[in-house]
């Protein structure tokens, strides 16, 4: 049985999902886990490490279990739980991997946690708005992207169901679709920039094809 990050499968949690590459995990993603455990009233944030994003390059990708290590140590905070769950469920995409952590995991409730740049091109995704049906979604304001995010095709699409900011602590207890803009202190951390300024990796040849562009 695959049990869930830190805690008892019988437990009863209200848990933010953070998914992506981790290529690497900065503060950045940690800015964003803390002003959701803040705001949405959640009990913890899971970092889904995921082993390859399909939409992003193998080469300069570093190995799964070094991207775990370094998640680890950015995340500091004991509601934040590095995770590499999405490989033991044997899942590719995001729409699989909530269908198989709502199975699982009944008795958890999920929300995920997305930076404007993703809800801009969230609708290259597979089955992306099977995501906005299977759970709530919180998107964070990041530098650059909030004009053309919210006038993505995935904001206009779900128009109706957005949930103003201030009703946004109650958003993990609506029935999806649902979701909020949070706008908060815009954090300046890019993992692009961060892998810009180390010396380049040793090309990687071996493909393992998982989901999209995400944080």
């Known amino acids: 049985m695959i049990a869930a990050p830190g805690l008892g499968n019988g437990a009863t949690r209200r848990v933010g999902l953070l998914g992506g590459s981790f290529n690497p995990a900065h503060d950045g993603h940690r800015h964003i886990s803390l002003e959701a455990l803040r705001r949405l009233g959640l009990d ?16 300069g990708m570093a190995p799964l279990a070094a991207r775990m290590a370094t998640a680890r140590k950015v995340a500091r905070h004991r509601r934040i739980k590095v995770t590499d769950i999405e490989t033991a469920l044997g899942t590719r995409y995001t729409a699989d991997t909530l269908g198989a952590l709502q199975s699982r995991f009944p008795r958890l409730r999920f929300l995920w946690l997305m930076g404007a740049d993703n809800l801009r091109q969230i609708s290259r995704w597979r089955r992306w708005t099977a995501i906005f049906a299977s759970v709530p979604i919180a ?17 206009l699409r779900f128009a109706a169901a ?33 892998r810009k300024e180390r010396p380049a990796a040793p090309a990687r040849t071996r493909r393992r094809p998982t989901e999209g562009t995400r944080p």
């Open 139 to 155: 998107v964070f304001d990041r530098p650059a992207y909030s004009l053309s995010a919210l006038n993505s095709k995935a904001a």
């Open 162 to 194: 957005r949930v103003a900011p201030e009703n946004a602590a109650g958003l993990i207890d609506r029935a999806p679709p649902a979701w909020t803009f949070v706008r908060c202190r815009l954090h300046p951390a890019s993992a692009t920039e961060i």
């Open 44 to 59: 913890e944030v899971w970092w889904l490490v995921s082993p390859q994003n399909p939409l992003k390059a193998a080469n």
